[in-house]
């Protein structure tokens, strides 16, 4: 229910008043109970008005509306109920409504615009944790935003798909992510469900996720059979109000694959999804224009850079105003790139010499420049310290999109040398560095307000994987087929140290590899698959001299003694997890 809904409540209330029942000559014993609750919302309703610009960001303006809400549904629901029957029954709960509205009014009296104001103030002052830097403002998107969320929560029954599109680094899923985090969003649905799908996905793994975020218990049996998941998420979501978000999606088969798990049960459930591809949203939605995002304004852009650049009151001096400009201009509305650039600025000294030779780097292109776009994210890595440049490129190990628990990599940039050991909290330093620069995306954060879970945006991502191969840092190994044909490409080098593989690991393990020169052998995967004790045991020989053994993505039932007595750094999954 949102404001509008609201409007219309009150609206039959107040033609149900005027209205003269044939049966009745008199004055009917219900007008009593009609005019108090038509008076009662009319009061609230002048409430939700003032709130339009303060309930999304202000915790204790939501609180108050989110109960607002949940009285009018109530009063929906007994006027409903009378409007069928003409029964004074259906006024039982009328005592208990009427006291919930006049508690609600009583807390809205004391938040006045005054009042309102400085709360919004006070929340944009505080911050739970100073280490952790505070997430990054959309800015110019506010009107996309409300856009959104009316969509998501609109009166349409329908089973309805809302389509947000736009090249990488536009903010796509950060617009998608602040929809799906709303609290009314979270209220107004039953289940919520989130999945990236990337360029390269597994058709199991995606419905696997789904399972996971809808609570379900899946069986090893179950997990390799794909009609037995779309079955299950059918059934889980069957009658049920929900929203699931289908976040950088690439391609028309990955719709395909799951959309027969969403049924249309007419009550409002919503898909929103995301792609940089016009066609792929047109194909799941034939019937709907997409919305485009659009690129950030010059002025938008430059009032971005100043906000990350000088938190404290987001102004620039005024002898770095003309370059900081022509800065924002260059990064041509794209808000990663401004993200990005404004991390390597506030990192660095703030001269108009040093600034000068930023936008001298960032150079000046064509929109959609690909190569370009490569060379602008690149300068914020080409001006890390060296220390940090081996942090960074490690994401390039993981699998694009893929969500890292960041207590796992600490360890694992310990285990590689990147930090001398017993020294986790310098560790976290080195992530957070990397956060204050937008290098690394905050996905979940742990009670205490440090990062639980982090990942890289695509682009960044790229970024990490070539850099990596450009400076040998990293080596992925190739499917089987891949190899074969192109002969010239084997598995990996003798002088690889570190080797990571994403998926295909039982057909790897047959091809027996084997190196006395790697020191790293990472299994990053997005799906679950199974590994053998004994094929666990021959990866850990074939490569003798491993100080990193990391196969967190694949289950296996026990950890061989061998490994677990060596010197050497491992992760793992146990089915019992």
Same mark, same amino acid.
């Given at each position: ?56 960001? +202000? ?19 007994? +006027? ?50 100073? =280490? ?11 009107? &996309? ?19 947000? +599109? ?170 990663? =790139? ?85 020294? &986790?909290?310098? =560790? ?39 850099? =990596? ?109």
């Amino acid at each position: 229910m949102i404001d509008t809904d609201v409007d219309c409540l009150i609206e039959t209330l107040k033609h149900l008043i005027n209205f003269n029942h044939p049966s009745q000559i008199c004055k009917t014993p219900w007008i009593d109970q009609l005019q108090l609750l038509h008076k009662g919302l009319t009061s609230l309703r002048t409430f939700l008005t003032r709130s339009e610009d303060t309930r999304y960001t +202000v915790e204790k303006v939501k609180a108050l509306v989110l109960r607002i809400i949940d009285v009018a549904i109530e009063v929906e629901h007994m +006027v409903d109920s009378f409007v069928a029957s003409f029964d004074n029954d259906c006024f039982l709960e009328l005592d208990n409504v009427v006291r919930q509205m006049e508690t609600i009014k009583r807390d809205v009296s004391g938040f006045d615009d005054h009042k309102i104001q400085d709360l919004q103030h006070e929340r944009s002052s505080s911050r739970v944790n100073p =280490a952790i830097p505070k997430e990054d403002n959309i800015i110019g998107f506010d009107v &996309e935003a409300r856009e959104i969320l009316d969509r998501l929560v609109g009166n349409r029954k329908q089973l309805d798909v809302i389509s947000i +599109v736009g090249m990488g680094g536009l903010g796509k899923t950060t617009l998608a992510k602040r929809a799906y985090n709303d609290p009314y969003v979270a209220y107004h649905f039953y289940d919520h469900v989130w999945i990236t799908v990337s360029q390269t996905y597994q058709k199991n793994d995606l419905l696997l996720r789904i399972c996971s975020s809808l609570s379900l218990t899946i069986t090893n049996e179950a997990a390799m059979n794909t009609g037995k998941l779309r079955e299950m998420v059918y059934k889980r979501l069957k009658g049920k109000r929900y929203l699931i978000v289908i976040d950088d999606i690439w391609g028309v088969e990955a719709w395909d694959d799951i959309k027969i798990c969403f049924s249309n049960d007419n009550n409002g459930s919503r898909i929103l999804v995301t792609s940089r591809l016009v066609e792929v949203a047109l194909h799941i939605k034939p019937d709907s224009s997409p919305h485009l995002l659009r690129f950030l304004t010059v002025e938008e852009s430059w009032d971005l850079l100043q906000q990350k650049v000088f938190p404290e009151d987001g102004s620039c001096p005024k002898s770095l105003k003309k370059t900081g400009k022509q800065i924002a201009e260059r990064c041509r509305g794209l808000p990663l =790139a401004i993200l990005v650039i404004s991390g390597l600025l506030a990192k660095t000294e703030k001269t108009v010499e040093w600034w000068t030779r930023v936008l001298d780097g960032i150079g000046s292109y064509l929109v959609g420049d690909p190569e370009q776009d490569m060379n602008t994210l690149a300068l914020s890595y080409n001006h890390l310290p060296q220390h940090l440049k081996s942090c960074f490129l490690y994401f390039g190990a993981f699998p694009e999109d893929f969500e890292i628990d960041v207590r796992k990599l600490l360890w694992l940039w310990v285990g590689e040398g990147f930090i001398e050991p017993a020294t &986790e909290n310098i =560790a976290e330093e080195y992530l957070i560095n990397l956060v204050e620069r937008s290098l690394v995306i905050v996905e979940r954060k742990r009670l205490d307000g440090g990062i639980k879970v982090c990942r890289v945006h695509d682009l960044l991502h790229d970024l990490c994987f070539n850099k =990596a191969k450009e400076e040998n840092f990293l080596h992925k190994i190739k499917p089987l087929e891949e190899q074969l044909s192109s002969p010239n490409t084997s598995g990996f080098r003798a002088t690889d140290r570190r080797l990571f593989i994403h998926s295909y690991v039982p057909d790897y393990v047959i091809s027996k590899p084997s190196s006395s020169n790697t020191r790293s052998f990472l299994l990053t995967s997005n799906y679950i698959s199974g590994l053998s004790n004994e094929s666990i045991f021959f990866l850990y020989s074939a490569f003798k001299h491993l100080r990193v053994f990391e196969f967190g993505g694949v289950f296996t039932p026990f950890l061989p003694s061998e490994i677990e007595s060596a010197n050497t750094c491992y992760s793992w999954k146990n089915l019992s997890d």
